[in-house]
């Protein structure tokens, strides 16, 4: 049964136009069929028991016997293989034939014997070799193109090794084609990991297995030299004809610069997000009428949630009394036109009631594919409360900036200006206008009075020291229009909420007049001492004018007979009239000093003390007073000498000659018009020369007394007029430049009423026989005023003090002959002087007729000798003819 069956089976083997063949596991023939036999002219005892590889039907060929042997190993192994060869035909020509080996097993899995089906292949040998050659033709070009790419194409198997790479992509990753091929792509071109930390090599070996899910894929990849980049590929696998995946063809593209460009934009778009979404600003988009997109402060402002708010009508958001104001903005942008794109109104929330101020900057977008407008809405409504608030305080900084009697000047911490008061504009020259924005060293120029340099800028030295400084003494504000001003300053840092320095203030004031005061206060301490000096030694002095005066008088009298001797003594008398002149300058210097008042014309005065001083003098006076000039209340000697010494130094400042303007004015001072005077009506004399000049660094001392810028004087003059004005409850000033000249300004009081003036009349000496008490500490007083009162033919007792006066004066009042006057010395040193001894008297005879002699002129008792008592007063040294008038005056009122 079982031969039977076997011989169908070979009969059924020959009859196939297929070529079979059985072998053991070793590959020994153990069965062939006709068909094999036939095509090969091979008998069957040629190849069994053979060896397949060493039959007739090969060449024998080395390369042909390996494939063989290699085909049935791998069959004996149980892999089924395939592979094309040739057998020798009947006539020896190579017939192309396929090979399939396959395993036989036994119920053991084990191989038993090894099947060969064979199928010759001629006829498509042909056509396969004619579709090679079209192939081949059309792969040239393939490559061709390939090659040419700017494109990464590339081919691995399914394990990842690197079958091909074109040109462009062995240049790309930077290896050559035999650096490559045969490579695995992790490692290479594919790093294991990418930087996120995404596992690359397990990617690659998922695309070999699943390469539908990577048709498209983009993974980060490397060159040699390890640089990371980013490729788009698109795979596609390559089957065989199984359908199995044998490679993948991968064509990719570096889009590294697009992916960070990409990945900066997605982190932009991020943090734009973060910061839309966290900013304290309103931000919004409109598109219709409609808020398309809000943030979250943008809905808090509107007192709702931003999905309550998105798709609103913004309109809603707008108060009544500005929505005409925004929607027709709004309506303007969107066509185009060009309005505000910043600006403030008042704003609404959900609630229609709760009202904010809001301040909003918007422009043009483009949103979705459609214009937009975008912007951002800041809640200023703290602000505005505070800038209101801020406005009232600035108004009443402004209101007490213009009561400030000083000026301010504030700047920042660069030095530029930033306020200017009224006070400051008028002593700068610059309005707060001008002088916002410049630089302080522009508006304020300060320079030392002494060497005209320039101060230190005090915002510096502020900046500095970091506190209160104050400009140094000396310091001239220079006006814009060049006017100077001696001014006191101090300047302190503002500071802000962390205690540093955000400017300077400024606070400064005129002190030119101050310092005119202080400078006539100097003045007057140093006549003061001068003058107790001068005082007493015109008083000492004057004591020994009288004497010598009284004995040339008396001299003079004895000989009337003898001319020359007469002549001699005249001119004796005139020297101690200049003596007399001279301590009476020393005089004016006296401690209390008043002059004895009277009313006089000054322009005549003037002119008559002009004609004495310029006799013989090459220079002369030109006047201009008016008509309707008033009379002042003065003392007429007094102000003659101090007219002279004004005259005397003009003078002596022409010495090449010249003319000297001398002009008068009636003015009014006002309650503030003048520093130094009072309110009410002055007389104002103007003595101008075109002399020499007098520096400025003398000018502050030229009433100094015994300063003097010329060879000869005594210094006394300028000092003592100086000093009669001051007494007369005048003032005097003074300008000059060198080589231009100087001007002497007097101001002196007038008289409120008309009155006459007094004339000089002929003096006849007192004859009479009344008793006279004489009182002084000086026996050369005693003895010639004893002798002149005799030669009037009165009775003269005398007394050294004022108390042996006195009690002279009782006994006498006791007796029947009194005193019919008394002449007293003001003082006497160490005993009771006149002052206090009429005193004594008009308690024992408040009819006393006391007369007060005394070389200090300028005694308050001299100026008003009646409120102290005297009927009387003469000025020691005196004239015959001056005590004949006194006394007759008061013997006979």
């Known amino acids: 049964m079982v031969t039977q069956e076997f011989d169908e089976l070979k009969r059924l083997m020959d009859n196939l136009d297929l070529f079979v063949a059985k072998l053991d596991r070793n590959g020994v023939v153990l069965f062939c069929n006709k068909a094999l036999l036939m095509a090969t002219a091979v008998t069957y005892e040629d190849v069994y028991g053979k060896n397949f590889a060493d039959t007739k039907w090969f060449s024998h060929s080395q390369t042909e016997r390996a494939n063989i042997i290699s085909f049935l190993k791998k069959a004996a192994t149980g892999i089924s293989t395939r592979t094309e060869t040739s057998i020798k035909g009947a ?54 193109l390939v090659q040419d790419a700017n494109s990464i194409i590339m081919r691995r198997d399914v394990s990842g090794h690197i079958t091909y790479l074109n040109e462009f992509a062995q240049s790309f990753f930077g290896y050559s084609k035999d650096e490559i091929l045969g490579r695995n792509i992790v490692g290479t071109i594919v790093p294991e990991t990418d930087s996120s930390g995404r596992d690359l090599a397990a990617m690659i070996e998922d695309i070999a297995r699943h390469p539908e899910k990577y048709v498209r894929n983009e993974n980060e990849n490397m060159r040699r030299n390890n640089e990371r980049v980013w490729i788009s590929w698109t795979n596609k696998a390559i089957r065989n004809d199984q359908g199995r995946i044998v490679e993948i063809l991968s064509v990719g593209n570096d889009f590294t610069e697009h992916k960070r460009m990409d990945e900066a934009l997605r982190e932009s778009e991020k943090k734009y997000r973060t910061l839309i979404e966290n900013i304290q600003d309103g931000v919004f988009v409109i598109q219709d009428a409609k808020l398309k997109f809000v943030n979250e402060a943008f809905a808090r402002m509107g007192g709702c949630t931003v999905e309550e708010i998105t798709d609103g009508d913004f309109r809603d958001f707008v108060a009544p009394e500005d929505w005409d104001m925004v929607v027709d903005r709004y309506l303007k942008m969107v066509a185009g036109e060009d309005v505000p794109t910043e600006y403030e109104f008042r704003a609404l929330q959900m609630d229609g009631v709760t009202r904010t101020t809001v301040h909003m900057v918007v422009g043009h977008i483009n949103y979705h594919g459609r214009m937009a407008l975008m912007g951002t809405v800041k809640d200023i409504t703290e602000r505005k409360r505070m800038e209101s608030a801020l406005a009232d305080e600035r108004e009443r900084l402004a209101v007490t900036l213009r009561s400030i009697g000083d000026g301010v000047i504030a700047t920042d911490e660069k030095g530029k200006v930033v306020l200017v008061n009224q006070v400051a504009e008028k002593l700068i020259g610059w309005s707060q206008e001008e002088a916002v924005d410049k630089h302080l060293n522009e508006v304020f120029h300060i320079v030392d009075e002494m060497s005209r340099k320039c101060c230190e800028n005090p915002v510096e030295k502020v900046i500095e020291h970091g506190r209160v400084v104050g400009l140094a003494n000396n310091t001239i504000l220079i006006a814009r229009d060049g006017t100077e001003r001696a001014i006191a300053d101090s300047g302190a840092p503002i500071l802000d909420k962390k205690g540093k320095i955000a400017g300077v203030v400024l606070v400064f004031r005129d002190v030119t007049e101050k310092l005119k005061i202080e400078q006539e206060l100097v003045k007057a301490d140093k006549l003061e001492s001068v003058g107790i000096l001068a005082g007493g030694i015109a008083h000492d002095f004057n004591n020994i004018l009288t004497s010598i005066l009284g004995n040339i008088t008396l001299a003079g009298i004895y000989a009337e007979s003898e001319k020359k001797i007469l002549d001699k003594l005249k001119r004796a008398e005139k020297a101690c009239i200049r003596a007399k002149n001279l301590t009476q300058q020393l005089l004016t210097f006296s401690k209390g000093g008043e002059p004895v008042k009277g009313p006089v014309a000054i322009g005549g005065l003037i002119k008559e003390s002009a004609s004495f001083v310029l006799s013989g003098s090459n220079v002369r006076c030109e006047y201009s007073f008016p008509p309707d000039l008033w009379l002042i209340e003065a003392d007429e000697g007094q102000m003659d000498q101090a007219i002279n010494n004004l005259l005397i130094n003009a003078d002596q400042a022409l010495p090449e000659g010249g003319i000297i303007d001398v002009r008068g004015e009636n003015i009014v001072v006002d309650a503030d018009g003048h520093p130094f005077l009072r309110e009410g009506k002055y007389v104002k004399i103007s003595i101008q020369d075109n002399g020499i000049g007098v520096s400025k660094g003398h000018l502050s001392r030229i009433f100094d007394p015994y300063f003097s810028t010329k060879q000869k004087g005594s210094g006394l003059g300028l000092a003592t007029s100086h000093s009669i004005i001051k007494n007369h409850e005048g003032h005097i000033s003074v300008e000059s430049e060198m080589g231009v000249g100087t001007v002497f300004h007097v101001y002196l009081p007038a008289l409120e009423e008309k009155q006459e003036i007094r004339r000089e009349k002929t003096v006849e000496l007192f004859k009479d026989s009344k008793k006279i008490l004489i009182m002084d500490d000086e026996e050369i007083i005693l003895e010639v005023v004893s002798e002149i009162l005799s030669g009037f033919g009165c009775e003269v007792e005398s007394a050294w003090d004022g108390k042996q006066a006195v009690d002279m004066y009782e006994k006498a009042m006791a007796s029947d002959h009194p005193f019919a006057a ?18 004594k008297l008009r308690g024992i005879d408040p009819n006393v007729k006391a007369i007060v002699s005394s070389g200090y002129s300028t005694d308050p008792v001299m100026s008003d000798f009646r409120k102290y008592g005297f009927c009387g007063m003469i000025t020691k040294p005196f004239k015959i003819e001056d005590l004949s008038e006194v006394l007759r005056d008061v013997i006979n009122s």
Request: hydrophobic fraction near 35%; charged fraction near 35%; charge should be negative.
């Open 91 to 144: 006539d020896d020509s190579p017939v192309p034939i396929i090979f399939n080996c396959n395993p036989i097993k036994d119920n053991a899995g084990r191989v038993e014997y090894i099947s060969v089906e064979g199928k010759a292949i001629r006829e498509e040998i042909q056509l396969r070799t004619e579709l090679f050659d079209a192939l081949k033709e059309s792969e040239i070009k393939y490559r061709e």
């Open 822 to 839: 008394v002449i007293m010395d003001l003082t006497v040193p160490g005993g009771m002087g006149g002052k206090e001894a009429i005193e």
